[in-house]
């Protein structure tokens, strides 16, 4: 079995908050640092922060799903709100319809899945580069050069995959997360019944708004609000988020 490293924070209703791709369990823990009532837990999955991956063949959202909910009956938690950013977006909505029973609402900040692989050729380029053992070249390609003019905090996000903890599965991660989907088709979002906030940001390349728009259209009574970038303003979209979050709970009296 393997050992999921994760943390536990503040007192009140448990809050699961999954990182992003090529994160660790830091990432969600310190967006909603300020947030209040909550007990904010958030874990590495396998292959970041300090959870080993065993097998690239357990790189996929069922399983990272499985991983969370394994710690979640392992803390004795019957009914959680779950999130996350990105990739843990997608886990926490993979939650909601494989195990609906341990979810009384679902929040997602900057999702980047759909009901298919997400397709971003700088990632396909990033992952041959990689495996080539010439990671950091990618910053020589014409279209890295492009997308450093166009965002270049994004940028800095992506070459943070290559020197990052277990950096030795990240073109596996990426390769095979990118190719994979948190559900498997937008109709069935229509069949969620639990309260749901939805967060994206315009200028954030990795993140496509329209994303966020598109999963809100789907989803019955979803409530879908634009944040300030990440890559433009980190402490404005920090303190967006923390604010529709705290919000969000108390309309919905999650707290």
Known sequence: MNEFNFISTGKGVPLIFQHGMGANLSQPQTLLSELQGVNLISMDSRGHGKTLLDDPLQISF???ADDVVHLVKSLKISR???GGISMGAGIALNISFRYPEFVKALVMVRPAWLDRPQELPIYSGLIDLIRKNKGIAIAETEEFKLLSQLEPKAVQA???QLNREQAE???DIIDRMMADQPIHELSQLKELDIPVLILSSHQDFLHPFDFGLILSQYIPHAEFKEVPSRYVHNDLH???V????QEFLI???LM
Do not use: D, W, Y
């Open 80 to 82: 959680a709100i779950f």
């Open 62 to 64: 069922n399983q990272f």
């Open 238 to 240: 920090k303190s967006a």
């Open 169 to 171: 599965h990240t073109a």
């Open 251 to 253: 309309k919905h009296q």
């Open 158 to 160: 992506i070459l943070g």
């Open 242 to 245: 923390t604010g529709l979050v």
